[in-house]
């Protein structure tokens, strides 16, 4: 008998017979024992549905009052499933987030959780009942209801497998589990049976969409064990959890790629003391987020050309910016490429062996894809190469690094 955090998203409660089909899943659990918690979104397309309602009367919509309304969406979908329990002769109760009391911070349309009550819940789960919980939403310390922004439905069922030291917390989504790399680009990508936190973090960050980042840090600083499984199809998913001694023999993990790339250059810049901030100064106080960054000094060390990357919505702005700036920074040109994508390795295994870097670069060499940019951490590698190369980049690394064949036991 375990105590089990199930989040559903909007996909698995979609309609009345996806509904039903997460009630059976519940059930299956409850029949072999378990205690289960159900954290669920709202309907999908159901928050578009309602901003776009309040876009209509006033645009930008009053913070407050958005909240108030988008909350309403995830109370249809855990009344609707707490029915479909109570039909199947399973006692049931739903609850807002503020009826079970996870209180928030005030920012409005993403508020951070500080503390959860989980008191209701643990007495309901005694008397037997399966609890149901709207996730995404909160409430303040004056009672107003607060959301979590995009994505906090993961946030929430991972708070409250922290907050009632849950065996497991388990997120449904339309995928089932996490895999080496985009099926969709690479056919043969293998579905992994377990990953560590820093590693989906990495991949989270890097372009992998199945996990939100904020849920993955707060199950890694609980040490809340998540596991990724389909709702529409049964599996063992994905664990991810903290690295145990086997992780290590696992070179990689997994390859993610980030199409929303775009490089900038300029070049020719004094090489003084400052130059860094001269450049991204300007880009910072614009709201811009650089990724990677790259400065090479001339040969007879008066100038240096300074390449950094920027989410390609925000290219045009930026390269405007610095152009506009170029005279006073004494660059002699700024130029930019939005053509770009990133390419990165992920695995724990890199702290223990040697020789990744050479293979990553001599796999991309035998394709003739140019490397332009490469940055890494302990755990990654990236490289920037031209966008045409995306899928031919990735087919080549999962090759070279075998991730199609499973590690041996």
Not at 365 to 381: D, P, Q
Not at 388 to 407: C, M, N, T
């Amino acid at each position: 008998m375990a105590l089990i955090v199930q989040k559903y998203g909007g996909t698995s409660v979609g309609s009345i017979e996806r509904i039903e089909n997460v009630a059976n899943k519940v059930m299956a659990f409850r029949e072999r024992g378990d205690d289960v918690v159900v954290v669920l979104s709202a309907m999908s397309g159901e928050t578009n549905r309602l901003i776009d309602l309040a876009k209509a009367i006033q645009n930008p919509p009053d913070p407050r009052e958005l909240d108030m309304l988008v909350a309403t969406g995830e109370q249809v979908t855990i009344a609707l499933l707490a029915m479909a329990l109570k039909k199947r002769g399973q006692d049931a109760r739903s609850y807002t987030g503020g009826q079970v009391r996870i209180l928030t911070d005030s920012a409005f349309n993403k508020a951070r959780i500080l503390e959860i009550d989980e008191g209701n819940i643990r007495r309901d789960l005694a008397a037997g009942r399966v609890v149901v919980v709207a996730g995404f939403q909160g409430v303040d310390e004056q009672g107003n209801i607060t959301t979590l922004g995009r994505g906090g439905s993961d946030t929430t069922g991972v708070a409250l497998a922290a907050a009632l030291k849950a065996d497991e917390c388990q997120i449904y989504t339309d995928v089932d589990g996490v895999y080496t790399t985009d099926p969709r680009v690479v056919p043969e990508a293998r579905r992994l049976d377990r990953i560590t936190f820093e590693e989906m973090l990495e991949m989270a960050s890097l372009g992998s969409k199945v996990l939100q980042i904020r849920s993955v840090e707060f199950a890694g600083k609980y040490n809340v064990p998540l596991r990724v499984l389909s709702s529409m199809q049964d599996g063992p998913g994905t664990l991810i959890t903290y690295e145990d001694e086997g992780m290590e023999d696992a070179l990689i993990s997994g390859i993610a790629f980030n199409r929303d790339e775009a490089q900038i250059t300029v070049q020719g810049v004094p090489d003084q003391p400052g130059v860094a901030y001269r450049i991204l100064g300007p880009i910072g106080e614009a709201n811009i987020e650089v990724d990677m960054i790259v400065q090479n000094t001339s040969a007879d060390g008066s100038t240096t050309d300074f390449t950094f990357t920027v989410h390609r919505n925000d290219y045009d702005k930026a390269l405007a910016l610095l152009k506009k700036h170029a005279g006073a920074m004494g660059a002699r040109e700024v130029k930019g490429d939005s053509k770009i994508v990133k390419l990165s390795l992920v695995g724990v295994g890199m702290r223990s062996h040697a020789g990744i870097a050479s293979t990553m670069f001599e796999a991309l060499a035998k394709e003739g894809i140019n490397i332009r940019m490469i940055s890494t951490s302990e755990i990654k590698i990236s490289v920037v190469v031209d966008e045409k190369y995306l899928e031919l980049g990735v087919r080549a690394l999962h090759s070279a690094f075998k991730l199609d064949q499973a590690p041996a036991a």
